[in-house]
């Protein structure tokens, strides 16, 4: 695919959630609801670093503790606080603010719904998922592909299972951006096999000349095909900046911890991470800046 070319209103959003296919005349304005206030009025500074102390830390999200909404045409975990989902211990990994892993029924989705001031990136898995937007982008995205949107001073879109009989599996992932009202802005590329065999492959940075898609943060996203025994040692970017690892697939350890499917494991206070796939793995690093 060429380049260019739900949720609930709540405590944490302002998006409506329908399961048809009627997409809504919008202007591209500002929510009325901001997104950006609602998300930053419950950042948690559990996993914020100390500048006094500066041996590596880590925290551990295993699968089976995320946040779970089934919705009947939407069955989402959540690795941290969204919607109905709270948990004062599970806000945020710095700036990186959800991790939203989203199963939606065949010929369901995301209604058109408003966002602004905040870095919206998704990764499908598995099935087609259609996009549409108030900037007038039409798109869809499939496994082998990723999606960014900076939402900015504001910006309606709207998501769906373009497939009547297959489910779309996708990760949904929002960063808090470093500048606010930024114009808005959709991107995606897609990737080749090749590129994420047995190494960590570049998919997203703050630079609109780098591999990837760029976003409006100082973060950078690899994401990495391994085959079993496969060793990578990763550099983080920015001694400002940690690492959450979120484990599509398999097994394997990192910095001695054991970690499987879907389970999340954020590091900070060091420079590099060792990683080692117990099987084969599918493995997303997230080096983001710890300071909101």
């Not at 082998?144 to 009547?164: L, P, R, W």
């Amino acid at each position: 695919m060429d380049r260019k070319n739900f949720i609930k209103k709540s405590l944490l959003g302002a998006a409506g959630i329908v399961g048809s296919n009627t997409l809504l005349n919008a202007k591209n304005l500002r929510p009325k609801h901001s997104t950006y206030d609602k998300m930053m009025e419950q950042v948690g500074f559990n996993h914020l670093p100390n500048n006094e102390i500066k041996n590596m830390k880590t925290v551990l999200h295993k699968a089976t503790t995320r946040g779970h909404a089934n919705r009947g045409w939407l069955d989402s975990h959540h690795s941290f606080s969204f919607a109905n989902y709270y948990n004062p211990d599970r806000m945020n990994f710095g700036v990186l603010r959800v991790l939203n892993d989203d199963i939606v029924d065949p010929g369901k989705g995301f209604g058109m719904h408003p966002h602004d001031n905040m870095e919206i990136i998704s990764i499908p898995l598995e099935g087609a998922l259609e996009h549409k937007d108030s900037m007038g982008n039409v798109a869809v995205i499939q496994e082998g592909d990723v999606q960014v949107m900076s939402a900015g001073t504001g910006i309606f879109h709207s998501e769906y299972n373009q497939n009547k009989e297959q489910q779309v599996k996708f990760l949904q992932i929002w960063l808090f951006p470093k500048k606010q009202d930024v114009t808005p802005r959709y991107d995606q590329i897609t990737l080749k096999a090749q590129h994420t065999k047995n190494h960590f492959f570049q998919i997203l940075s703050p630079n609109p000349d780098d591999e990837g898609v760029w976003i409006h943060q100082n973060a950078w996203f690899h994401l990495g095909n391994l085959e079993a025994g496969c060793e990578q040692t990763y550099k983080l970017k920015s001694p400002d900046n940690g690492v959450y690892a979120f484990i599509i697939d398999g097994q394997v350890t990192i910095e001695g911890q054991s970690l499987g499917k879907r389970d999340g494991f954020g590091i900070w206070d060091t420079s590099t991470i060792n990683i080692t796939a117990d099987s084969n793995a599918k493995v997303l690093l997230m080096d983001v800046p710890m300071l909101v």
